[in-house]
């Protein structure tokens, strides 16, 4: 019967008008629902808030919601339509592209925890996603990074081609080429439905999607949120491409190309010295794929190769996350 466009302050103003008014002129009705940005507000109790004013602009069952922005929204939207009247449809419309080569595709929603990064949520697909490269073009260039570390993820997991072509494109990636960002975006999308189409609920194949992301959310958590999730992932990326020549299963070489990559596309490569690191194992100890107290890795055995592991001994671990920047 109705929308509700959940967007955050930020790209309420560039965007929720615009999306009003094409839902208006296609005879729907829309209501614009908002909420402050920033991963600091992807609580309980922002779910709570939106579900409210849900509630009391009459959102039923006969209704639907519109993740209109990033990965903060997305997963706050998701969760929420998979909870409010205990479910109802949700669209996604990514505005960053962080959330378009990942966060929106394949159904994973939650909400973070004092104790950790995305620890309450559930699986709930989308409909559909609906990606415009145009609104890049108002992206800041620090979330454009952040949004390429999940780009260069893609091609170190599973395919050395892409690896190599985005070595090749950085400049017309940086300059929003058209054709450059369409094709790897398409790619990265490709890469990901296939993964989650074999393992919807992260059961195993799933979890290569994680490479880089456990010491990354463990650094991201460490730093209260002030690093950006693409530049913690861009220095787990590192951290674990470390840790496999450390443990065996990686060439230096490899290692090192990772990192100059990385290093292409003005993404940090090592953990700032001024992060505890004690805090960074708890909160690594506490990440939502740690099973029975085992951690579990993702490592990279080559370009477009990973492995999946929970036999990493923790004095390697502790060795990486002491010696990263040092």
Sequence with gaps: TKYGIIADDTVA???GKQCMQSLEAAGIQS?????????VNKTMATVASLASELAQQGFDRSDALIALGGGVTGDITGFLAAIYMRGIPFVQVPTTLLAQVDSSVGGKT?????????LVGVFYQPKIVYIDTDVLHTL???????????????????????????????????????????RLIAR???????VVEQDEREGG????????HTIGHAVEA?????????????????????????????????????????????????IPT?????????????????????????????????????????????????????
């Excluded at 017309?172 to 960002?181: G, I, K």
């Excluded at 194949?205 to 880089?212: D, H, Q």
């Excluded at 990686?250 to 100059?260: P, S, T």
Aim: proline share 2%.
């Design 13 to 15: 103003k560039l965007y």
């Design 31 to 39: 209501e614009l629902i908002i909420f402050s940005h920033g991963e």
């Design 110 to 118: 939650g909400v973070d925890l004092p104790e950790g990064k995305n």
């Design 140 to 182: 800041p260039l620090d979330e454009l990074r952040g949004g390429l570390a999940e780009v260069i993820k893609y091609g170190v997991i599973h395919d050395a081609d892409f690896f190599s072509f985005l070595a090749q494109e950085r400049e017309a990636v940086f300059a929003l080429q058209q054709d450059t960002l369409t």
């Design 188 to 194: 990265c999308c490709e890469i990901k439905a296939w």
């Design 205 to 212: 194949l799933r979890r290569i999607l994680n490479f880089g």
């Design 222 to 270: 460490a730093s209260d949120f002030q690093l950006i999730h693409g530049k913690a992932v861009a220095i787990g990326m590192c951290a674990v491409a470390d840790l496999a020549v450390r443990t065996g299963y990686l060439q230096e070489g490899d290692a090192q190309a990772i990192k100059k990559l990385i290093e292409q596309y003005e993404l940090p490569i090592t």
């Design 274 to 326: 001024d992060l505890d690191r004690k805090v960074i194992k708890k909160y690594l100890l506490n990440d939502k794929k740690t099973v029975a107290g085992r951690v579990f890795y993702v490592l990279p055995q080559g370009i477009g190769k990973v492995m999946i592991t929970d036999q990493v001994s923790e004095d390697a671990v502790d060795a990486v996350i002491a010696c990263s920047g040092c």
